[in-house]
C-alpha cells in the first residue's frame, strides 16, 4: 500500500547543531508539505513544493530548507537548530493533479532542541 | 487574510448521541473543505471533503457545507469513545493546493 513515513520519529539535538528530517512518500504525489504544530499554534506550514527542483516558503520558513530531487522525497533541513524550533513536525502529500486538494499526512517527528 | 474558525471545545458528549462539530471560513472563494481527525499524539487522519453544497455522508459521518452562510460542520452519529480526538477542519480556495487549518476542535465521548 502506498504510505508515507518520517524518520525520525523522535530526535533530541543541541542548539546549532544542523538537523535533516526526512519524508518520504510512495504516493508518487506532485505536492509535498512541511507542517509544524505547537500548543496554542495549530499547524503552521514551512515549506511546501509541487514538483521536483520546485521549493516555496510558507509561514513559518525561517530557520529551514527544503529541496525535492525526486518526486518521493522532501527532506527538510533545520540550518542552526533553536530552541523555538522545538515542535512536532508533519510532512503531507497531496496529488496535485486537478481537483483533487486533500492532503495525507505523515506519522510525524517530535523534535526538541536543548 | 484567510481565516478558518472552530470552537476549540471541549465538546462533551454521550455514548450514542450525535456530535456536531463546526467550522466557519472567511474566505467567500473557498471550494474544498476537509475534516480531519488527529488522536493525542497522533498525525491528523482525513475522515471527510466536500466541494458541494449540501450534506456528505460516509458511514457514521456526515459532512454539510452551506456557502451561502460560510460554514462547514461534520456530524457523527451514534458517537462511541473512540472518536474522542480532536477535530480539525480545513478550506482551499482559489485552486491553491494550500489549506488554512483551523486549530481544531476537542471532542470526547463518555461511557
Same mark, same amino acid.
Given at each position: 500500500?502506498?504510505?508515507?513515513?518520517?524518520?525520525?520519529?523522535?530526535?533530541?539535538? #543541541?542548539?546549532?547543531?544542523? *538537523?535533516? =528530517?526526512?519524508?518520504?512518500?510512495?504516493?508518487?504525489?506532485?505536492?509535498?508539505?512541511?507542517?509544524?504544530? &505547537?500548543?496554542?499554534?495549530? =499547524?503552521? =506550514?514551512?515549506?511546501?513544493?509541487?514538483?521536483?527542483? &520546485?521549493?516555496?516558503?510558507? #509561514? *513559518?520558513?525561517?530557520?529551514?530548507?527544503?529541496?525535492?530531487?525526486?518526486?518521493?522525497?522532501?527532506?527538510?533541513?533545520?540550518?542552526?537548530?533553536?530552541?523555538?524550533?522545538?515542535? *512536532?513536525?508533519?510532512?503531507?502529500?497531496? #496529488?496535485?493533479?486537478? &481537483?483533487?486538494? #486533500?492532503?495525507?499526512?505523515?506519522?510525524?517527528?517530535?523534535?526538541?532542541?536543548? | 487574510?484567510? /481565516?478558518? /474558525?472552530?470552537?476549540?471545545?471541549?465538546?462533551?458528549?454521550? /455514548?450514542?448521541?450525535?456530535?456536531?462539530?463546526?467550522?466557519?471560513?472567511?474566505?467567500?472563494?473557498?471550494?474544498?473543505?476537509?475534516?480531519?481527525?488527529?488522536?493525542?499524539?497522533?498525525?491528523?487522519?482525513?475522515?471527510?471533503?466536500?466541494?458541494?453544497?449540501?450534506?456528505?455522508?460516509d458511514g457514521r459521518f456526515t459532512a454539510q457545507l452551506n456557502k451561502a452562510s460560510q460554514y462547514?460542520?461534520?456530524?457523527?452519529?451514534?458517537?462511541?469513545?473512540?472518536?474522542?480526538?480532536?477535530?480539525?477542519?480545513?478550506?482551499?480556495?482559489?485552486?491553491?493546493?494550500?489549506?488554512?487549518?483551523?486549530?481544531?476542535?476537542?471532542?470526547?465521548?463518555?461511557?
Amino acid at each position: 500500500d502506498a504510505e508515507i513515513t518520517q524518520s525520525p520519529r523522535h530526535k533530541i539535538t #543541541e542548539t546549532g547543531r544542523q *538537523v535533516t =528530517l526526512a519524508c518520504h512518500q510512495t504516493w508518487n504525489h506532485n505536492n509535498m508539505f512541511w507542517y509544524r504544530q &505547537d500548543l496554542g499554534h495549530g =499547524l503552521r =506550514l514551512i515549506h511546501y513544493s509541487y514538483g521536483v527542483h &520546485d521549493t516555496n516558503k510558507g #509561514e *513559518v520558513s525561517d530557520g529551514y530548507s527544503v529541496s525535492r530531487s525526486n518526486t518521493e522525497d522532501l527532506p527538510l533541513t533545520l540550518e542552526s537548530a533553536a530552541s523555538s524550533q522545538t515542535s *512536532v513536525y508533519f510532512c503531507a502529500s497531496s #496529488e496535485g493533479l486537478g &481537483d483533487s486538494y #486533500e492532503q495525507y499526512f505523515g506519522p510525524g517527528t517530535r523534535l526538541t532542541v536543548t | 487574510q484567510k /481565516e478558518v /474558525e472552530q470552537n476549540s471545545g471541549p465538546l462533551s458528549v454521550p /455514548e450514542g448521541a450525535i456530535a456536531s462539530l463546526n467550522c466557519t471560513y472567511s474566505d467567500r472563494g473557498s471550494q474544498s473543505f476537509f475534516w480531519y481527525r488527529q488522536y493525542s499524539g497522533k498525525s491528523p487522519e482525513l475522515i471527510m471533503f466536500i466541494y458541494s453544497n449540501g450534506d456528505k455522508e460516509d458511514g457514521r459521518f456526515t459532512a454539510q457545507l452551506n456557502k451561502a452562510s460560510q460554514y462547514v460542520s461534520l456530524l457523527i452519529r451514534d458517537s462511541q469513545p473512540s472518536d474522542s480526538a480532536t477535530y480539525l477542519c480545513a478550506v482551499t480556495s482559489g485552486g491553491s493546493y494550500i489549506p488554512t487549518f483551523g486549530r481544531g476542535t476537542s471532542l470526547i465521548v463518555h461511557p
